[in-house]
């Protein structure tokens, strides 16, 4: 974010209307393109995808408060069967965007960098506060964006909560094909048999030979 020009970010939101008064509202109602970095080739959004943003920035004292839904096209496989899914994504975000100190106040100085310091450290330790840019003239939602869906998305994306995965010999979609076994195995599981039974029946044989001593 480049904050002399912060109108060029394509999530630049201007708010200078409703910034600093406190009760006043601006609703947002737009699609936004999706920034990179948000998940991977198993579950993600794509970079650039339309994000659609319907929600408002509510002014109050100390800053603006955005609250809305965000939806985005999830494009993910699931981790059992490997399917390509997609889905419409939708999550409820609450941010809050304090107002930048005010210029003038920061050149005076006032012996407040201690206080600043805190300021920042606190800002840190929560997601949920995003710097407003362009000296309180434009909320950027960029990175509200990326941190909130992110969040959002599952670790183990399932086509359906049951299931039933690939064959692990064959790779043979187990869902498609409930009854699917390999006669391999049981050709296995017989010659175990086979040699179970030839191994009682020797065993067999010598207490034969032993009782008769
Ligand atoms: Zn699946
Ligand atoms: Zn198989």
């Known amino acids: 974010m480049n904050d002399n020009h912060p109108e060029s970010s ?25 920034p990179d970095g948000i998940g991977d080739e198993v579950i993600g959004i794509r970079e650039g995808a339309d994000v659609h943003v319907d929600g408002s920035f509510d002014s109050i004292v100390d800053g603006l408060i955005f609250n809305g839904a965000v939806t985005a096209p999830v494009t993910a496989e699931c981790s059992r069967c490997l399917k390509p899914l997609s889905a419409r994504h939708t999550i ?44 309180n003239t434009f909320a950027d939602i960029e990175a509200l964006l990326r941190d909130n869906l992110v969040e959002s998305l599952p670790l183990k994306p399932l086509c359906r909560p049951d299931c039933k995965g690939l064959c692990p010999q064959c790779g043979i979609d187990l869902n498609e094909e409930p009854d699917h076994r390999h006669e391999v195995a049981d050709i296995r599981w017989s010659a175990l048999e086979g040699l179970k039974a030839k191994l009682e029946a020797e065993q067999g044989g010598d207490a034969d030979g032993h009782d008769a001593e």
Not at 10 to 34: E, L, M, N, Y
Not at 110 to 124: L, M, P, Q
Request: glycine letters at 8%; charged letters at 30%; proline letters at 10%.
């Open 92 to 135: 409820h975000v609450t941010a809050f965007f304090p107002y930048a100190p005010d210029a003038h106040e920061q050149r005076r100085g006032k012996g407040r960098n201690d206080e600043e310091v805190d300021i920042i450290a606190g800002e840190e330790e929560s997601d949920d506060f995003y710097p407003l840019a362009g000296n």
């Open 10 to 34: 394509p999530w630049a939101i201007p708010v200078a209307q409703v910034a600093t008064r406190p009760g006043q509202s601006k609703a947002i109602d737009h699609d936004f393109p999706a």
